[in-house]
C-alpha cells in the first residue's frame, strides 16, 4: 500500500470523469469492512479517511472478537447468535490475529455457579459449529489455578468459558491491504470536505481534501456510503442540515497494567459491576488491559479524555477481584473509545442501547451505515453492499468474504512466540529487512518488543505517515506504555524522515506533537 500511488488513481479517475462504482467516507472497522466487500466483489471502490485508518473507535475497542455474553443477558438471541457465527469466520479468515481466550467467571456467592454455569452453556449452544471451546464449571483449585492473581478469600470456584482476542488495529491495517490487494483505493488524512449532487439533487460524489499537500480531489461514484462511526451524523449534515440525528455516543475507557496483576493467560471476566456492565481484565501483548465503563458524552472528539471517576471506578472494580489491587501509580496507559450508538426513542442508559447495525438512506440518496460491533464488521460491510447495488444500480454480484482470507493469512503464526506473528505471512518481509540492514533489529525501547524493521515496513507497504500513526495503530506502543511510546518517539521520527523524505524540522515537530498527545494516555 502506497499513499502516492493511490492517489494517483483518483486523481488519474477524476481526469477521466468515469464514476467509481462505490465511494466510502471513513477507514475504520466498517468504512473498511465495506471496501473489502465491495471490491472483492470485483466493484470499483474509493475510500476516503479524514484521519488515519483506525484513529477512532476501531483501535480502542476491548481487544475481543466475542458474541457479548451481555446480550445474552438483554435477551438479544439474534446478536449473539450472529457475533458467535462472525466470531468462528474471523478466525477462520485471520488465524494470525484472532486466537481462542479462556475467561474465567469467579463464584463467591452460592447462586452464582449454577446462574452463570446455565448462561454460559446457553452461550455454547448458540455458537453451534462456530464454538471456540465448552464452558465447564470450576473447584476453586481450579478456579486459582487458571487465575493465580485471583482474590482468594471467599471464592467458591468458578466457570470458564473461551471467546476469541485480536489486536483491533493490526486487524484493520491487514483489512485496508486486503482492500487493496483487490483493486481497492483507499486513502487516509484524506477528509471528504463537501459532497457532490447530480442534476436531480441525489449525493453522486464528493470533494476530498489531500492534507498533505492541501490538493483537492473530486471523486463521482454511482453510490456513496457513510461509515463514519461516531461522526455518521457530521456526514450527513453535508447533504442537509436539518437532519434528525441518528446517533448518541457513550465512551469506554481501558486501564492497562504489567502483566504480573493477571499472571497466566487466562482472562477475568465480572458478569456485572456496580453500573451493571461487564468488566473484563485480560491478558494482551505481554500486558493486563481492564476495561470498561459507559458514560455519556454530549458530542464526539478524535481524542475523548478519561474522567477521573471512571479510572477510579475500573481500579476499584477489578482491585475487588485481584490479589494485587492496582492503583494509579501501576497504570502504564489508559485509553479510551467512543461506540457508536444507535437512538431509540425512550430514555435510558447507554449501556442498554442495542449494538445492532442500522443501514439508513437519507432522501439525498446518501447510504449510511452505522452501529454494530467489531466482530460483526464482516456482516455489516455484506448487508451495505447489497444495499449499495440496488441504490447504485450495479450489477448483481455474491458477496464472497466468507471464505476471504486476510491480508497476512497464516495458520499456527502466534504459537513460537515470536513479537513479528501479528504480521502473518507480512513477517517475512520484515525479517528481510533486517536480514539486509541488520541495525534494523535494534528494540526502540526495553520494555516493549517493537524494532526498528517495523517502523521502515509501516512506513513502506501500510501508509504511515506519522510518528503517531507509528506507535499508535501499526504497533501498539502508546496503548501499552505510554511513557515508554514518549521514549520512542525520537527515533521513530528518525527512521520515518528517511523514509518519508521529510527533513529534521518536521521530525522535531512529529516528537513534540506526539508527546503532547502521549500525555492524554497517561494517568
Known sequence: MRREEMLRRVRERANSQEPWDIAVIGGGATGMGVAVDAAARGFDVVLVEAHDFG???????????????????????????????????????????????????PNYSWWEAPFYGIGLKLYDLLAGKYGFGPSRLLSREETLAQLPALEPE?????????DGQFDDARLLIHLAMTAADHGATVVNYCPATKLLRDDEGY??????????????????????????????????????AKIEPLMVTSQGIHLVFDRSFLKGDTALMVPRTSDGRVLFV???????????????????SLEPKALD??????????????????????????????????RTDGEGKTSALSRDHVIHVDTS??????????????????????????????????????????????????????PLSVYGADAEAIRALVKGRPELAERLHPELPYIAAEVVWAA????????????????????LNARAAVAMAEPVARLLSVELGRDEAWAAAQVAEFRVLAKQYMV
Open 154 to 162: 471467599e471464592l467458591r470456584g468458578g466457570v470458564v468459558y473461551y
Open 55 to 105: 484513529k477512532g473507535t476501531s483501535s480502542r475497542s476491548t481487544k475481543l472478537v466475542h458474541g457479548g455474553v451481555r446480550y445474552l443477558e438483554q435477551g438479544n438471541i439474534p446478536l449473539v447468535m450472529s457475533a458467535l457465527k462472525e466470531r468462528g469466520l474471523l478466525r477462520q479468515n485471520a488465524p494470525h490475529l484472532v486466537h481462542d481466550l479462556a475467561f474465567v467467571v
Open 460 to 479: 513502506r507497504a501500510e501508509m504511515a505517515r506519522s510518528v503517531e500513526d507509528v506507535l499508535a495503530r501499526r504497533t501498539r506502543a502508546l496503548f
Open 203 to 240: 449525493v453522486n460524489g464528493l470533494i476530498a481534501r489531500d492534507e498533505e499537500a492541501g490538493e483537492e480531489l473530486a471523486i463521482t461514484a454511482r453510490i456513496v456510503v457513510n461509515a463514519t462511526g461516531v461522526f455518521t451524523d457530521e456526514v450527513r449534515r453535508m447533504a442537509d
Open 282 to 300: 485480560i491478558p494482551w501483548h505481554g500486558h493486563a488491559v481492564a476495561g470498561t465503563t459507559d458514560t455519556p458524552v454530549d458530542a464526539p
Open 365 to 418: 440518496g446518501l447510504l449510511t451505515i452505522t452501529g454494530g460491533k467489531w466482530t460483526t464488521y464482516r456482516h455489516m460491510a455484506e448487508d451495505c453492499v447489497d444495499h449499495a447495488i440496488t441504490l447504485g444500480r450495479l450489477r448483481d454480484e455474491a458477496c464472497p468474504t466468507k471464505t476471504l482470507r486476510i491480508h497476512g493469512y497464516m495458520v499456527g503464526a502466534e504459537e513460537n512466540g515470536d
Open 309 to 342: 471517576e471512571e479510572i477510579e471506578f475500573i481500579l476499584e472494580t477489578a482491585g475487588r477481584y485481584l490479589s494485587r489491587p492496582p492503583t494509579r501509580a501501576d497504570v502504564l496507559a489508559v485509553y479510551v473509545g467512543l461506540r457508536p450508538l444507535v
